[in-house]
């Protein structure tokens, strides 16, 4: 099979995640949403475990393409200026939750998923790594006493406005709530203050 086809495959998998939840997908649903020959999935993706390990591989590949866009050559933030941080990860944020809101959504889903399948969770373990990692340095970058506590609470506090914003109560935000949410969480974090 194809690159181009596998990420035909894993392309249909998000979108099935996101519309129909877990039960939802199956070999011949993703066939079918991607347009292709009866069996085309389980030519590359045998197994369920299989094409969950596909389907989570892409969407760590597309999120990372939406920080590589939003931090031309990695530098956004790493100059240590507090305020182009705050813009990459409210415009990340924005981007997640309207024109990549399906993308959330199936993270979400293969998230729930990992706590239930033990070679899932390696692999979603493994990806949450590459986010973690870079949060961290930006944390450094800006002038955090710990950035590797600091790095973990803002990706915690990150998620957590996403999740409330897709699956909570809550409302999506707009561009200027985030960038007033991340300013405030960033300068309570960095002053050493409580961030409430």
């Known amino acids: 099979m194809s690159n181009q086809r596998v990420t035909r495959v894993a392309d249909a ?12 997908l199956t070999h011949r649903a993703v066939d079918e949403a991607a347009g292709l020959p009866s069996g085309s999935t389980s030519n590359h993706a045998r197994t369920r475990a299989a094409l969950l390990g596909l389907t989570l591989a892409r969407l760590t590949e597309l999120e990372r393409v939406v920080f590589a866009e939003l931090m031309p050559e990695g530098d956004a933030g790493r100059s240590g200026d507090l305020g182009d941080l705050v813009e990459t990860l409210a415009q990340v944020m924005h981007r997640a939750l309207n024109r990549d809101r399906h993308v959330t959504i199936a993270r979400y889903e293969l998230a729930l998923e990992a706590t239930r399948r033990p070679e899932l969770r390696e692999v979603y373990d493994l990806t949450s790594r590459g986010f973690r990692e870079p949060a961290v340095a930006l944390l450094a970058a800006v002038g955090s ?15 957590g406005i996403l999740f409330d914003s897709v699956v909570g109560a809550g409302a999506a935000p707009s561009i200027d709530d985030l960038r007033a949410a991340f300013t405030e969480f960033l300068r309570g974090v960095l002053s050493g203050a409580p961030s409430a």
């Open 13 to 24: 998998a998000i979108e099935i995640l996101a519309e129909r939840g877990m039960r939802g």
């Open 145 to 159: 006493a710990d950035p590797v506590r600091h790095g973990r609470q803002a990706v915690a506090f990150f998620e």
